[in-house]
Structure formats: structure tokens, C-alpha cells
DNA sequence: GATCCACGGGAATACACGGATG
DNA sequence: CATCCGTGTATTCCCGTGGATC
């Protein structure tokens, strides 16, 4: 953490009680320990992971389920726990030179946004099982699947590997996340997770199961943001009249909501209030495309994409007037040294993959094609503020 | 020395449009 | 009138190179 940011937390804390308490804890890319009203899906979970408590492994399921329908803050609850659980009793430490193996099986998370490549997929899955680091440079990927292949096999009860976000854009393909199991010992069962239904996706002949997640009741919303509020929020800053307008505009979409709740906190934290107003929700839902695109998704892009996209969202109307106007005006930003043809490059891809979108600009300029602009498919400044907590 | 992958730079391709051509 | 062509932009695609790390 740099100095600046030291300052700024020390600074907070020094000031009266503020309308947020914890931002990292507001994030709607941050999941939380009990996810409220999703105990039905739950016990479904467990029906199918029931033979992990007899030491045995379930067979492969996927669980889809449409965007904000809780699926990766029920998976991830889940897993954390039953990892938890799994280490608890003997407290087993998994190294290559430990002797013995486990007595139920392992739990592993990997998320598919951040795991770019097969190097990153195999690494993430090691990682998870051993103590020490695993190198992330001057080793071969075969290296790494070897490594990985002769420690499952001591794992005689086997590991489950979650892998959420599946079959979303810029993340692997379905026929490589099919290799990159195949890859791997018959011990392995995984629990793949994704929007599209099942029918949609080339998963059926390796998963036996489908656990479907519904969109969220109304009502379920309104708990979910009351349940954050109290987390994050000092005490009473959302009324119950303001959860229902934010539960009845999303649509049953959670992460919607929570990034209204954070847009809404932030707008009046910064007016030095201590209670959220009706204008803050007006213009949160105002701040929100519909639809947008994950936060969490803009969150994990690389550095310097996020970095293109930060200094994006300050800029004036004229300057989005085209990607090239853009471009140059984001090149000429002092904490961007990238090159202007990369910053351009940027752009293309990330409207490529639904972050921001082109749409046809309305500058005049007759000759030869003509420029789009682009414009953001998330609320900025719920992203500006999360990336700055991050530097 | 090995390995991965983000960057940079540029080539290839697409598109719009007006004017020429058949 | 339909089609082709040239020009100027916009957009996409590709691949060699170098930084970072072990």
C-alpha cells in the first residue's frame, strides 16, 4: 500500500462516524459469508455434493443462472465453508512432502476471469493444494500439469473444482476448459457455473447434473440490501422505502442493486451526510446502464485496461466524441504511458467484449468512415472509487 | 537460461461515399 | 441504373520482442 493511501484510511478513521463504514465490504463484486434467502439453492448444492461426507466424489454438474441471481456468492459461501470443513478435523496440510492424504475430499475455486490461459488454470488449481508458492515464471505449463497430475494422485479421496463464470466473453472456451480437465486425474469433479442454459452450452455430455438458479423475488432483494447496508453502512443510513425503489427498479438483478446501494452511499458520503437521501438513490439509478456489465468482470481486467478505463470515465463529452478524439485524450493523461495505437487498441477490445460499447458518433466529418464513440457499460463511479482503493 | 504473456506496431480488412464506368 | 473504383477512415488481426521472474 502506498503512503497516499495509508493517509487517507488513517484520515478516515480520525473523522466522526462516516456514512461508510467499509467499502471493501460494499463492493457488489464482494461476496459475502451468508448470502441471505438462498437456502433452497443451498440444500440443492448439497444434495448433489452429498457424497463428499462419505469421502466419495460427486459426479460433474453445472449451475447456471442469470447475471445478479447470487450464483458466484452461494458457490463461493459454499466452498469456503466445505473447505473449511474438510481441513478442520485433522487440519491437514497439503505439501508434495506431506505423507497420507486426506480424508474427504478438497475444495478448489477458480474463477475464469482471472484465469487467462492454461498456465493460469493449472497454476490456480496447485496453488490451491500446496502450502508452498508455485512459481508463476521460468516454468513450463507441462511442468506444472505434471507437478499437479502426481499430487492428485495421492489425493485418493479427490478434489472438486469450482470454475465460475464460464462461457462469458474474453474468458476460455468451453472446448479448452474441456482439455484443461482432461488434462487432469479421474479424481477431479468439477462444478462449473455460467449464465446460458444448459441446452446453450457444449457441457451436457460431461456434466450429470444441472442446478438452476432463479432470479431473485423482490422481496429477497430488499433483504439483500438491508443485510449489506448494515455491513458496510453506519447505523439507519437506508431506509426500508429506499430498498424497495432500488429492489423494484433491478429486476431481480443482485449485483444491480448492491452497485446502486454503493452508488447512492458514495454520492452521499461524499456530501458529508450520514443518511442516504432520495436524491442519492434517484441518481445512482440514474448512474446505472441498463444493462450493465459486471463490476466484477471491469475489476478483473489487466492493470493497464482498467488504468485505460479510469482515466476514461473523467472525460468530457467532447473529448468521447470518437475512439480517436478518445484516444489521444486518454494517451495525453500523465498516468497512462501507454502508446496512443495501444490505448486504441484497448478500446476496440473492450467494446469488443461488452466493458464499454460502440455506438455511431454524430460528429460531422464526410470523408472516409465514420467514428463511433464509446460508452460505459458500468456505473463509474463505483468503478473509479474501487480502482482508486486498489492503488 | 527458461518461461509466459503483455505491448507495440503495423499490416490487412472493412466500411462509407462520391464519382466514374458500362 | 447497377457496379466498380479510389480515397480516406475505422476496425480487426497478427506476431515478434522484451520485461519480469524463477
Do not use: C
Not at 151 to 158: A, I, P, S, V
Amino acid at each position: 500500500m502506498d503512503i497516499d493511501a495509508r493517509i487517507k484510511r488513517r484520515r478516515r478513521q480520525d473523522e466522526s462516524p462516516r456514512l461508510i463504514q467499509d467499502y471493501e465490504t460494499l463492493s457488489p463484486a464482494a461476496h459475502i459469508d451468508e448470502p441471505s434467502d438462498r437456502g433452497p439453492v443451498f440444500e440443492r448444492l448439497l444434495d448433489h455434493l452429498d457424497p463428499v461426507f462419505d469421502s466419495r466424489l460427486p459426479p460433474n454438474a453445472y449451475v447456471y443462472g442469470p447475471f445478479g441471481s447470487g450464483k458466484s456468492a452461494i458457490v463461493t459461501a459454499l466452498f469456503t465453508h466445505l473447505e473449511r470443513l474438510s481441513t478442520e478435523p485433522r487440519s491437514v496440510i497439503y505439501t508434495t512432502t506431506r505423507a497420507g492424504s486426506p480424508t474427504s475430499p478438497g475444495f478448489i475455486y477458480v474463477d475464469m476471469r482471472e484465469t487467462t490461459s492454461k498456465f493460469t488454470f493449472y497454476h490456480r488449481v496447485l496453488d490451491a493444494l500446496v502450502d508452498e508458492p508455485v512459481p508463476e515464471h521460468g516454468i513450463s505449463t507441462e511442468k506444472l500439469q505434471e507437478r499437479l497430475h502426481d499430487l492428485l494422485d495421492e489425493f485418493t479421496t479427490g478434489v472438486v473444482v469450482a470454475v465460475d463464470h464460464v462461457g462469458e466473453p474474453n474468458t476460455t472456451d468451453i472446448d479448452e476448459l474441456i482439455e484443461m480437465f482432461a488434462g487432469l486425474p479421474s479424481n477431479v469433479s468439477w462444478l462449473s457455473i455460467g449464465r446460458k442454459p444448459p441446452d446453450q452450452i457444449a457441457l451436457s455430455e460431461y456434466t450429470a447434473t444441472t442446478i438452476q438458479v432463479k432470479r431473485y423475488q423482490r422481496q429477497m432483494l430488499v433483504d439483500v440490501l438491508m443485510t449489506r447496508a448494515s455491513e458496510g453502512l453506519s447505523r439507519q443510513a437506508l431506509n426500508h422505502e429506499q430498498a424497495r425503489q432500488i429492489a423494484a427498479w433491478a429486476d431481480g438483478n443482485a449485483h444491480d442493486v448492491l452497485a446502486a446501494l454503493f452508488v447512492a452511499a458514495d454520492r452521499a458520503d461524499q456530501a458529508g451526510r450520514s443518511r442516504i437521501e432520495k436524491a442519492d438513490v434517484i441518481s445512482a439509478l440514474d448512474e446505472i446502464p441498463q444493462p450493465s456489465v459486471s463490476l466484477g468482470r471491469v475489476l478483473a481486467l489487466p492493470d493497464n485496461k482498467q488504468a485505460v478505463l479510469r482515466e476514461l470515465v473523467d472525460l468530457d463529452e467532447d473529448e468521447r466524441a470518437s475512439v480517436t478524439a478518445t484516444t489521444e485524450a486518454i494517451s495525453a493523461r500523465p498516468d497512462v504511458d501507454l502508446s496512443p495505437g495501444t490505448v486504441k487498441r484497448f478500446l476496440y477490445e473492450m467494446a469488443e467484449i461488452g466493458i464499454v460499447e460502440r455506438v455511431q458518433s454524430d460528429v460531422e466529418n464526410r470523408k472516409g468512415r465514420p467514428p463511433s464513440r464509446v460508452e460505459l457499460r458500468f456505473p463509474p463511479t463505483a468503478f473509479s472509487r474501487l480502482y482508486n482503493l486498489k492503488q
